[in-house]
């Protein structure tokens, strides 16, 4: 999650914090390429599309760790605001449609052959790669994410773009029916001896609890950016998400029940760059980028023209667009100016009879990824599934090691640090902090004194992350011990 907190601007840019943070931190723009272009290039080149059966095993983990370094790569291009390489190879080799390929890929393993693999206990021994296959629909999404807001983007994708909206929309809609028990307070964090007592299947779960709701914010995004692009979207894409899907009225729920607001214990809390925060009295009126996000995309359908004369309104719908003109005021038109104009036709909405919409003939084009995936697989998920349990969750010790060290290569900790939205805390003090504890790596100080006064209280923390970082490392080293395996997963 560290890699996906990023501030979107409402341009339809992404912009990171960046910054080494080796002793002294360096400025944020001079944030270091993860790839050069040749090794972008190369890496597109070599996405494919893979079959469900083929989810987790070797190549797909090493397409895994392609996709993950173009990620970040994209997104430090947009902070530095230089040459979007990644951008640039993915539209001239046609691999958009392959990461919607990915995507929705994943989506149908997870409803079809996930549930059967629960019932083999296929996390028995390492819930590491089961993780990644799930982390891997994140790491997708958020690569589209970082390039759709291009238009050149939005047309290579082409066809494919019908399925990556009606992805989208499935996760507005997961939004807007998401139960309010959800909004619980978090659960404290388990300690280091509880958390190595969890079987694999409980790892596996407190992994992957904030993923879905990560997923539904990243939807929102690319939906307002394919919006922004109405001109350019097939003909059946647009009518499908106006009249089939009624997105107009999709939104809407998300102004009027936004989901990333929570009461807890009477505390306003926000849901912004993959956290909850604690929200002030002063700024709770103040726009995430997700709101801003939500409402440039009700703007942009409501405002086009070509969407105007599409648009199948009836008394539903207009009843439900209403609700909006409650959650208008001026702290927001201040905030973004154009949605004066959307008030005004909110207005004009409520007193004036909307002419139908336009009558003509239109060859219905659905989505087909998700179809036919299913389609070619639905006799035989459950040997996928046993497939799977037996040669990619269940493989033997020296595959096991192989994995964990290639994905530890992959993520290395210097990167992802970087990528944090926030500058380091102090400690003891809570000023920004340029200088950690050199034992554990995991504590920031912002001068030696904090340090020394802070170090009785860290000491037993600091022992205990240095000995689940020896025992990750022996699990690793050592080809007999199948214990340490879990110990590694943990830390």
């Not at 207005?347 to 919409?357: F, K, N, Q, S, Y």
């Not at 084009?365 to 349990?389: D, G, M, R, Y």
């Not at 640090?417 to 805390?425: H, N």
Request: charged share 25%; hydrophobic share 40%.
């Amino acid at each position: 999650s560290i890699v996906n907190r990023r501030l979107s601007k409402t341009d339809g840019r992404i912009e990171h914090g960046l910054s080494r943070r080796r002793g002294e931190r360096l400025p944020r723009a001079m944030a270091d390429n993860v790839l050069s272009p040749y090794e972008a290039e190369a890496f597109c080149e070599q996405l494919t599309a893979f079959e469900i059966k083929s989810i987790g095993g070797a190549r797909w983990l090493a397409q895994h760790e392609y996709l993950e370094k173009l990620n970040v790569q994209a997104h430090v291009s947009i902070q530095n605001q230089s040459d979007e390489f990644v951008l640039d190879a993915l539209i001239l080799h046609n691999k958009l449609a392959v990461l919607v390929h990915e995507l929705i890929s994943i989506q149908v393993w997870r409803q079809h052959v996930y549930p059967q693999l629960v019932e083999l206990d296929f996390v028995a021994k390492s819930s590491m790669t089961a993780y990644m296959v799930f982390y891997h629909e994140v790491t997708v999404l958020s690569l589209l994410e970082a390039v759709m807001y291009n238009k050149e983007a939005v047309e290579a994708v082409e066809d494919s773009v019908l399925d990556l909206a009606e992805y989208c929309h499935q996760q507005i809609v997961w939004l807007n029916s998401r139960p309010p028990e959800d909004d619980v307070e978090e659960l404290p964090s388990k300690d280091s001896r509880a958390a190595l007592d969890q079987t694999g299947m409980e790892a596996l779960q407190e992994q992957m609890k904030d993923l879905p709701f990560d997923l539904a914010v990243k939807s929102v995004n690319i939906m307002r950016y394919l919006t922004d692009h109405i001109s350019v979207l097939p003909l059946a894409c647009l009518t499908r998400l106006l009249n089939v899907h009624d997105l107009p009225c999709s939104l809407a729920p998300l102004i009027t029940h936004a989901p990333w607001t929570r009461e807890i214990q009477g505390v306003t809390q926000k849901y912004y760059d993959s956290v909850w925060h604690d929200v002030k009295a002063s700024d709770r009126m103040t726009l995430t980028k997700t709101e801003a996000q939500v409402w440039i995309a009700l703007y942009n359908v409501i405002q086009d023209t070509e969407c105007r004369r599409k648009y199948e309104f009836n008394d539903y719908n207009k009843n439900e667009l209403l609700k909006v003109r409650g959650h208008f005021n001026d702290v927001l038109i201040d905030q973004l100016p154009m949605l004066n104009e959307l008030r005004r036709s909110m207005e004009e909405l409520a007193v004036l009879t909307t002419p139908p919409a336009e009558s003509a003939i239109v060859m219905e084009q659905l989505p087909e990824i998700h179809a036919h995936l299913v389609e070619v697989n639905s006799k035989i998920w459950p040997a996928i599934a046993a497939h799977q349990n037996l040669k990619v969750f269940n493989p033997d010790m020296k595959t096991i090691r192989a994995q964990a060290a290639r994905l530890a290569s992959t993520y290395d900790l210097d990167v992802l640090e970087s990528m944090l939205p926030d500058d380091p805390k102090c400690a003891k003090c809570g000023e920004p902090a340029s200088m950690r504890c050199s034992k554990c790596r995991g504590e920031w100080y912002c001068r030696r004194q904090c340090q020394v006064e802070s170090w009785k209280a860290h000491k037993k923390m600091c022992s205990m992350i240095c000995k689940a970082e020896k025992a990750a490392k022996d699990a690793l080293e050592s080809p007999e011990s199948g214990a340490a395996v879990d110990t590694a997963d943990t830390a």
